[in-house]
């Protein structure tokens, strides 16, 4: 008998939660297959099966916390399910029907009642079973962010209806009429509450400040516009803003090491490396996935690390070594719109810079008004340890080698 466990949590993980068991007791799964969930406060886990064989306890149960390395289940190797179906120990016994046969013969048994989505998706894990009968929302309606498309108590949390199908009831009407006034009640995930107790932590424990100023996009754009075509055919990727922005605040952190340092209690911690996180919006709250080593990357590898860490954050397949460290911190609220904004520190760092929107606006150049797309940055610091001069610095450093992008070339 071999122990099904949790995964290893590094040290900044305390426990975890299983969000949802994919098997029973009982049944018979192969090497690899998907066994369980377990939610932290940065990432959803997959626990795998570990051999070809049969799970034949579950020790651990849906919400139930679990530490790291914990046993949580039970599988025999080799083993072979026997012919009777394993019977789901969470759900209650289907009530059953008796009525007279038509021919005058005995009482037979009718079939159970099945209306609902909790009865017509008899595949899908306890825990969405249950949040499909508390909510009325029927699974095969919503979009799932599991393995194979599979919906996932998250999912059913916080719905998202694929495109041909909307939310009704047991009886299939919606769930309220339009102009109703309806609510619902849901709880937070763990990645979400961990999310606003460390924002609402860097807001109270941390002196921070917040510096603006204005750059014209306008280089950028020229650039962009007449190298993309090249740049795309050449290195299999889009260039877009993010990458230079990313190179030139690599460069700003070497001219200001304090910026590119974190406070440990009373220690100030001078990192000789450039991670930088990228803020990722995904339905299942804000992560900042991590590029490494930035001082070493084209813009090419940029723009690739980017697209496939945002892809594996839609999905809410972030591994946890994508998010571990991290030296400084970018937030693009421009992709929705900001104009501008205040971004809350990512403790222990000591600086985040926010990108906002770019738009059209009449400046002054040369004694005359000329129209510029212009974008507001945005540099929020830790006061303790970064001075104001050195904050406003920094930030018109960014500033310059974005306006004028041969200053990286020319390392000036």
Request: a negative charge; zero cysteines.
């Amino acid at each position: 008998m071999a122990e099904i466990k949790a995964p290893v949590f590094p040290e900044s993980v305390a426990d975890g939660t299983i969000v949802e068991w994919h098997v029973t007791e009982g049944q018979q799964v192969n090497r690899d297959d998907l066994l369980a969930e377990i939610e932290t406060d940065k990432v959803v886990l997959e626990v795998v099966a570990p051999d070809n064989g049969v799970v034949t306890k579950i020790v651990k149960q849906v919400d139930d916390t679990v530490l790291s390395d914990e046993i949580i289940g039970e599988f025999e190797a080799g083993a072979t399910a026997s012919a009777a179906p394993a019977v789901d120990p969470n759900l209650p016994a289907a009530p059953v029907q008796e009525k007279q046969a038509t021919d005058g013969g005995e009482p037979v048994q009718a079939t159970a009642n099945t209306s609902g989505p909790e009865a017509d998706h008899k595949d899908q894990s306890p825990a969405v079973r249950k949040a499909a009968k508390e909510s009325g929302v029927d699974p095969k309606d919503v979009e799932g962010s599991g393995r194979g498309g599979r919906v996932t108590k998250s999912d059913m949390s916080s719905p998202t209806l694929k495109a041909d199908s909307s939310i009704k009831t047991d009886s299939g009407q919606p769930v309220a009429e339009a102009g109703a006034r309806s609510e619902k009640r849901v709880p937070m995930t763990r990645l979400r509450k961990t999310v606003a107790n460390r924002l609402l932590a860097a807001s109270q424990e941390t002196a921070m400040l917040t510096t603006f100023n204005e750059v014209n996009m306008k280089p950028l754009m020229e650039l962009r516009a007449q190298y993309k075509d090249r740049f795309e055919k050449r290195h299999g990727v889009r260039l877009g803003f993010m990458s230079l922005f990313v190179r030139a605040a690599t460069e700003a952190l070497k001219r200001f090491p304090a910026v590119n340092a974190s406070l440990d209690g009373d220690d100030i911690v001078y990192h000789g490396y450039y991670d930088i996180g990228v803020a990722v919006s995904s339905d299942r709250g804000l992560v900042v996935p991590v590029l490494r080593d930035t001082d070493q990357m084209s813009m090419a590898d940029v723009e690739s690390r980017i697209r496939e860490l945002g892809g594996l954050a839609q999905k809410g397949k972030l591994g946890l070594e994508d998010m571990m460290g991290g030296t400084f911190t970018i937030s693009n609220g421009g992709v929705f719109g900001s104009l501008m904004s205040t971004p809350i520190l990512n403790p222990p760092q000591t600086a985040i810079l926010g990108m906002h929107a770019i738009n059209d606006r009449p400046m002054a150049v040369n004694g005359e008004v000329k129209i510029l797309p212009m974008m507001y940055l945005a540099l929020s610091y830790d006061h303790r340890m970064i001075d104001g001069k050195e904050a406003v610095q920094f930030l018109v450093t960014i500033k310059e080698l974005v306006e004028d992008p041969s200053l990286l070339l020319l390392d000036l």
